[in-house]
């Protein structure tokens, strides 16, 4: 099987310069990614009575008004990237939220989902390198594999960054030249409302200096629905289980850090309605385990991501396993080195490339 390579693109100078190179190179991408996205939605709201792709374009446009209030930059970029690319720039938003703006209309506690990832950070003290070493695999529906994309942007004014992330979206996994990381899994919690989505939390806290200037963005923020964020730079990590109005701070100690698509936080947990999904547990099972040892490093990490202990209920999900959930990505990153390296898919059917900064940190 030949492997699958991550496209890159970049990006520079103001939010809307950077938004028209991403619409520009991604034309067909975007259009493509919404289309999918919106074709998931169709399919889910049908099976569940409730809700249609034009309330996904009007919820877009109420979250998409907030964001113009929340962060000028993020919204600037976006509509600019929308423009570029010829979408309607609330669908843009709706489809590249899908998971936010598809709860805010029916989340459905009752399904069995289990739309999400698998997300680790090792301390210092348990790697080869002696230094904390992140990673995080991104799953979603099989098609949007399609969709992956790394963006490289060198705003005038701001950060340089590298997300890996969907064609027209902003950033989802990533790092910035100071050595920021950001990373997100989803879960599923009552509570949802109109508000600023997940991807722009991120892509605000990756425009930040460290971690804990980025907690407080994420923590501060009118969010709109459930998600945990892991947060990390040199002196450590952060992770950060949120609902809409409430988050549980955990911090990175002596012991890793694992996380999947389920609450920890008594509370959360209590608004879940419905009990951890069987992939979730097993997948924090595995990688916790996988993560108990003291000589942890970028190749270890990446052995994990493509474990497939478990079958159907492994860390690395295939496609081809026929399931409604699969590896879209995977990123590691040692915010120390400013080091970041991702694949698109798999961890084993991927060509990982290491995404290099050209600014000082």
Request: net charge negative; charged share 20%.
């Amino acid at each position: 099987m030949s492997m699958v390579d991550l496209p890159c693109v970049e990006a520079s100078g103001t939010p809307t310069q950077i938004g028209e190179g991403i619409g520009q190179a991604l034309r067909a991408d975007v259009a493509a990614m919404i289309d999918r996205r919106m074709q998931a939605a169709e399919q889910y709201f049908s099976t569940r009575g409730v809700g249609s792709t034009d309330r996904m374009r009007e919820v877009g446009a109420a979250c998409l008004e907030l964001l113009a209030d929340w962060d000028i930059d993020g919204w600037e970029e976006h509509n600019a990237t929308a423009s570029a690319a010829a979408v309607d720039a609330a669908t843009l938003y709706a489809a590249a939220n899908y998971s936010d703006v598809r709860d805010i209309i029916c989340i459905d506690l009752s399904a069995d989902d289990d739309e999400g990832c698998t997300s680790v950070a090792a301390p210092a003290s348990c790697t080869v390198s002696g230094q904390l070493t992140v990673g995080q695999t991104w799953d979603l529906h099989p098609l949007d594999v399609d969709s992956v994309v790394a963006v490289h942007r060198l705003p005038s004014d701001q950060p340089e960054t590298w997300s890996v992330t969907v064609a027209g979206a902003p950033t989802l996994i990533g790092m910035n030249q100071y050595g920021v990381w950001t990373g997100t899994t989803n879960i599923k919690v009552t509570g949802v409302r109109v508000g600023v989505c997940y991807m722009s939390l991120l892509h605000r806290a990756i425009r930040c200096r460290d971690r804990e200037e980025a907690a407080a963005v994420v923590q501060q923020a009118p969010r709109a629905a459930a998600h945990t964020f892991l947060l990390a730079d040199a002196g450590g990590a952060v992770e950060l289980e949120c609902t809409a109005t409430r988050s549980h701070r955990r911090d990175l100690d002596t012991a890793a850090i694992v996380r999947t698509n389920h609450c920890i936080s008594p509370p959360h947990i209590d608004a879940q309605a419905e009990p951890p999904s069987v992939s979730s547990v097993s997948r924090a099972a595995r990688a916790e385990h996988l993560m108990e040892r003291i000589d942890l490093s970028v190749a270890s990490i990446r052995e994990l991501m493509k474990d497939r202990d478990g079958g159907l209920q492994a860390i690395n999900r295939y496609p081809d396993d026929g399931e409604p959930t699969a590896t879209n990505a995977c990123a590691i990153g040692i915010p120390e080195a400013r080091h970041i390296e991702a694949c698109r898919g798999p961890a084993d059917r991927g060509e990982w490339a290491t995404l290099k900064f050209v600014r000082g940190g």
